[in-house]
């Protein structure tokens, strides 16, 4: 398992070759000229013209291209044209906020996912069934920032039981990572369902039954282990969908995150930040991707990585 992992990690190298060349392109057809905005409205045509010589925006993008891609590898990011500040330790002290929000999220998301799932499951096509699924669509379809708008309402300004933005003490995790997790509740319960209902039907479980086994021996020792595969790589999938799609939420709740640093890095045409941030979240998608091939293995032992 040691050697393919390895392979694995070399063979993201090429993959992020390619992202670079994506995120890089994007950043450089946004509308705007970054240091217009960085001279301000009163700033001369040649004070402009100056500032891009100084940020390096007068060159080909093919060699803008390549001393991103070098400054990449050896790890500078750059530094932030809105603030002056290194975009590293901009990046680092809003990945931890988005991080827990994110962990927080899918935490509560797959006890509620699964619980939901395994219980439509067990009662395939009767009421419970359809009163779980109906629950999961209804995640699935509420907009998260209107649930988000809703939360605060009650709890924050009517009950004032907890705050409306900012992240100061856990507490404040309790609604944006409800509002952050609704959906993704609602695809594991789907997903759990699904894959659950497939392998009830197997000849092992009903073999099992036959042999005298308590029923909720049956379905969380044999068949939850035997679905699992495929919700590992669902919850993998969301998990990366969270770290890099809380931006709404995050503006919502005005949370000191990626996402909130990646919306004011666009608004300003921040080419460091948004290219910085961009390969971060394509780095964190692989990564999960990796982390999920590897757990197959925990689950599953009979899968061999060659």
Known sequence: MTSYFFRRLMAMIPVLVIISLFVFGF??????DPARMLAGEDATLADVQALRQTLGLDQPLIVQYFTFLKNLVTGDLGTSLRTGEPVYDMLARAFMPTF???FCALGWSLVFGLFIGVFSA????RFADRVGMVLA???ISMPNFWLGILLMQLFSLKLNWLGTSGFEKPQDLILPSITLGSSVAAVMARFTRSSLVEVIREDYIRT???KGLAPRLIVWKHALRNALIPIVTMTGLQFGFLLGGSIVIERVFRWPGLGSVLVEAIDFRDYAVIQAELMLFSFEFLLINLVTDILYGFINPTIRYK
């Open 27 to 32: 950043v450089h057809v946004l509308p705007g």
């Open 100 to 102: 827990w929000l994110s």
């Open 122 to 125: 067990v009662r395939h096509g």
């Open 137 to 139: 669509v209804s995640g």
């Open 208 to 210: 099992a039954r036959a």
